[in-house]
């Protein structure tokens, strides 16, 4: 099974929770995954029809897919490939983001295993996803300095790294969303407030044209990760796959002359 377009959404100006970083204007959202939002890991990419370039920094770190048929995959497309350790392969998606290649069956329903953040106190970081946030912890390398946690042994897991000083989010940061019950999302605010802990969006609601509203409560954790939590009853609805996903991407990247747009009126679109 491939990755595959879920949705794609566009949008005529900025989020009210910057969705799409800190950009006003049109953008597109398009969600890919190896199966449903509701039982998978799935990526968001946000796209700023504007922005020519973004400045990637240490935070975010890559995703590591335990994948044969993707290692087999980017060899047949001539991808580059560097074996970082027996069997694991490191590649970089366009825009310069790192992904790790297992090159092992899966196991399980989902390949993504493992995303991970950069962060400048290890102990801080893990109190914070596990003591304040109520990650489980499965493994913890003082001398590697790195902690893996996660909510369930069947999902996606979060791997912490040390950096080994400031945690440095260049201009194309994005965030790590999970979904809850919403009645727990006032909570979780509450918890934030009482711990005098970063609340970047209080509670609020998300429109999509034509689909569901989301309710939202957007934190930061001890090096400014956005980590998003959202309303599971109204998320499961906007969340179905929708059939016609790839022809709205496709039909969007057709439209799309931005480019030409820019290059008429001797313009260049900003380096974020």
């Not at 906007?238 to 480019?259: E, F, I, R, T």
Request: aromatic share 10%; charged share 25%; proline share 4%.
């Amino acid at each position: 099974v491939a990755l595959q377009v879920l949705r794609h959404e566009e949008f005529e100006e900025g989020c009210k929770a910057a969705c799409n970083g800190p950009y006003d204007g049109k953008w597109s959202k398009t969600m890919v995954g190896y199966g449903p939002e509701d039982n998978h890991f799935v990526v968001e990419l946000t796209y700023n029809y504007g922005i020519g370039e973004y400045r990637l920094g240490n935070d975010f770190l890559g995703i590591t897919l335990v994948s044969s048929q993707a290692v087999s995959n980017a060899k047949k497309m001539g991808w580059p490939l560097k074996e970082v350790t027996s069997g694991v392969f490191e590649t970089e998606a366009p825009g310069g983001y790192k992904f790790y290649l297992e090159d092992k069956e899966r196991l399980k329903q989902d390949p993504v295993w493992k995303v991970t953040l950069g962060v400048s106190n290890l102990q801080k970081s893990v109190s914070y996803w596990s003591g304040l946030l109520g990650m489980k912890i499965y493994e913890k390398d003082e001398e590697k300095q790195r902690a893996l946690l996660g909510y369930a042994d069947d999902q996606c897991k979060l791997e912490l790294r040390a950096v080994g000083g400031a945690v440095d989010h260049g201009t194309a940061f994005g965030r790590v969303a999970f979904s809850c019950a919403k009645d727990e999302l006032p909570s979780i605010e509450a918890l934030m407030k009482k711990e005098n802990q970063k609340i970047l969006t209080p509670l609020v609601s998300l429109d999509t044209p034509g689909k569901a509203t989301v309710q939202v409560v957007i934190l930061a954790d001890p090096d400014g990760h956005e980590v998003c939590f959202v309303g599971d009853e109204a998320f499961r609805e906007l969340s179905q796959v929708d059939p016609n996903g790839d022809k709205l991407l496709d039909d969007a990247m057709a439209a799309d002359n931005s480019d030409k747009w820019f290059a008429e009126h001797n313009m260049k679109k900003v380096s974020a």
